[in-house]
C-alpha cells in the first residue's frame, strides 16, 4: 500500500518501478496506492507499459483510509522528498510494516531496522530489495510492525501536549 498524492515528489513511479522488478515472483500479491493527482495519467501509462495492470491498483482518493491500512502487510512511502510524513505514522500507528525514503521527515520518524526500513531517496531497485525482503519474511514484518505502532503513544495527541507543557514551563519559569 501506498497513500498520497500522485504528484512527482510523491515518488509513486519509483514505487512502480520497484515492483515491476519482483511482482512476478509474487502474484498473489496487489500493490494498491490511494491518493489522486496530477500524474495519475502517466501512472496509468507506466502501469500498462511495464504490463502491471493485473498487480497494481490505483484507488483514487478514499474516506476513510483505515480500512486500507488494515488490509495491508506493508507500506511504502517513496517520496523524492518529505516534510514529516502524516501518512507514515498513520501507517504505522494501524499495524503495518513501513517502508519509506531517508530523507528528512521520514528519517525523524522511523529506525532503520527497528520500526521500519529506510531506503536512498531515488532508488527503486533499494525499494524492490526491501519490499521482497519483507513479502519473503513474515517474521521480520512481524516484528519491525510491533514496534512500528508505538508510534500511536509517541504521536498522540497526549504525547504532543505534555511536550508543549514542557516547554512553555521552561520558556516561562
Wanted: charged share 25%.
Amino acid at each position: 500500500l501506498s497513500v498520497g498524492r500522485l504528484s512527482r515528489e510523491k515518488g509513486h513511479d519509483l514505487l512502480l518501478k520497484a515492483w515491476a522488478k519482483i511482482y512476478a515472483n509474487f502474484s498473489d500479491w496487489k500493490l494498491c496506492i490511494v491518493g489522486d493527482g496530477p500524474e495519475r495519467s502517466n501512472l496509468e501509462n507506466q502501469i500498462r507499459h511495464d504490463g502491471l495492470q493485473d498487480s497494481v491498483e490505483l484507488l483514487g482518493k478514499k474516506y476513510p483510509v483505515w480500512p486500507y491500512y488494515q488490509q495491508a502487510r506493508v507500506f511504502v512511502l517513496p517520496s523524492r522528498y518529505e516534510s514529516f510524513g502524516n501518512v507514515l505514522i498513520e501507517a504505522m500507528a494501524m499495524g503495518c510494516t513501513c517502508i519509506s525514503t531517508n530523507c528528512s521527515g521520514p528519517q525523524a520518524i522511523i529506525t532503520h531496522d527497528v520500526d521500519g526500513l529506510l531506503v536512498k531517496p531515488e532508488k527503486p531497485e533499494e525499494i524492490a530489495n526491501s519490499l521482497e525482503q519483507l513479502l519473503r519474511d513474515g517474521l521480520l514484518c512481524i516484528k519491525l510492525s510491533e514496534k512500528g505502532i508505538r508510534a500511536r503513544e509517541k504521536y498522540s495527541i497526549k504525547s504532543y501536549v505534555k511536550n508543549w507543557k514542557n516547554i512553555l514551563q521552561l520558556v516561562f519559569n
